[in-house]
């Protein structure tokens, strides 16, 4: 079946550090890989995704690249701000239904 | 545009009660999803709707719950004789009917239930 691992939280930064939050995943066909963000008390919301291998997502200054050779999409962020603190979770879609992992927490400290 | 708009928010239920939530999607999304959430958890799909047809269900859907979308608009889900084990945040997403694996899935803001 399809799976996601993500590297467990939570992952506790300083402002402006270098963030690495880790996916890899499992899945028959050729999935779609998404990473959404979870604000406290609020919903998901679509941070960005990638369709196809070699494919680079981006948005708000996070990026995360599709490996299909290592069946991976780290989201990355050069320089985080206290206001990038939630709950990120990274999923796919390799039919008709998102599959996600179980989350990390980011807290970043001023 | 007003989003995937869901209700209630939050819901405190005693044991052995019957829930429904309602949910209602962006117009136009011919998709309509169900997730379950635990806390320090992701979202665990429960089912979807294309138009008004229930496309696919999850083994955790037990036999006490049910969703429905009628009209192919909103949809509701209840949940019968509830337990505590079904305390958890309950996602609606919807998403345009399209090809592909690509296209983005919105998510409400979800509602909250607590079963004491």
């Known amino acids: 079946g399809n799976s996601v691992t993500q590297m467990e939280g939570p992952v506790t930064l300083s402002e402006e550090a270098f963030l690495t939050i880790n996916c890899t995943y499992t899945?028959?066909?050729?999935?779609?890989l998404f990473w959404y963000v979870q604000y406290p008390g609020e919903g998901l919301q679509l941070l960005l995704k990638?369709?196809?291998?070699?494919d680079k997502g981006s948005n708000k200054g996070f990026e995360a690249t599709y490996r299909k050779e290592t069946t991976s999409f780290h989201l990355e962020k050069g320089s985080v701000q206290v206001s990038d603190s939630a709950v990120y979770f990274c999923?796919?879609?390799?039919?008709?239904?998102?599959?996600f992992g179980g989350g990390t927490r980011l807290m970043v400290k001023p | 545009d007003t989003g995937v708009s869901q209700d209630p928010r939050h819901k405190i239920t005693k044991r052995g009660q019957n829930v429904t939530f309602r949910c209602d999607p962006i117009?136009?999304?011919?998709?309509l999803y169900w997730y379950r959430q635990t806390l320090g958890q992701g979202p665990e799909f429960l089912t979807y709707?294309?138009?008004?047809?229930?496309?696919?269900k999850s083994r955790l859907l037990s036999d006490r719950f049910s969703a429905e979308r009628p009209k192919g608009s909103f949809s509701t889900l209840e949940i019968q004789r509830t337990e505590q084990g079904d305390s958890a945040m309950y996602l609606c997403?919807?998403?345009?009917?399209?090809?592909?694996?690509?296209?983005?899935?919105?998510f409400g803001e979800g509602s909250w239930l607590t079963v004491v």
């Open positions: 997403a919807s998403s345009p009917h399209g090809a592909g694996t690509g296209n983005t899935i919105y």
């Open positions: 899945a028959t066909g050729y999935p779609s």
């Open positions: 999923a796919l879609n390799a039919g008709n239904m998102l599959t």
């Open positions: 117009s136009e999304h011919n998709r």
């Open positions: 990638a369709t196809k291998a070699d």
């Open positions: 709707f294309q138009n008004e047809a229930q496309l696919e």
